[in-house]
């Protein structure tokens, strides 16, 4: 499975952005697939996961409000809204699936991941 992950740009504070992760595969409606974010000089973090049962979605308390993850199982890709975007969400983002169906907030537990998106927000 390879993912795509596009959307990114230089943007204003305030402004919002949609970020895309297009899947080589239809992916399953039993995959949680997830965002993550490198900033220069910082690990990579957590930013929303999307998965099928329980929690349908989960979000860094960073972005909670702001930023809204969801998918297309048909068209295969999953979508990262954000909006009010902070100069601190400056960093490439990058989308990942999970053999798993439970949404996970660790790196590890995602398998596949896309080549990453960059997003800059200036003030």
């Known amino acids: 499975v390879q993912l795509q992950a596009s959307g990114g740009g230089s943007v204003q504070a305030g402004d919002s952005l949609r970020l895309s992760c297009a899947s080589s595969k239809r992916t399953s409606s039993n995959n949680a697939m997830g965002w993550f974010r490198q900033a220069p000089g910082k690990e990579r973090e957590f930013v929303a996961a999307i998965g099928w049962g329980g929690p349908a979605a989960a979000y860094a308390d960073s972005v909670k409000g702001r930023f809204t993850i969801s998918r297309d199982i048909a068209k295969g890709t999953v979508y990262l809204q954000m909006n009010s975007l902070k100069p601190e969400d400056t960093a490439i983002y990058y989308c990942?699936?999970?053999?798993?169906?439970?949404?996970?907030?660790?790196?590890?537990?995602?398998?596949?991941w896309g080549q990453g998106t960059q997003v800059t927000v200036s003030s």
């Open positions: 990942a699936g999970s053999r798993r169906a439970s949404i996970a907030m660790n790196a590890g537990a995602y398998t596949y």
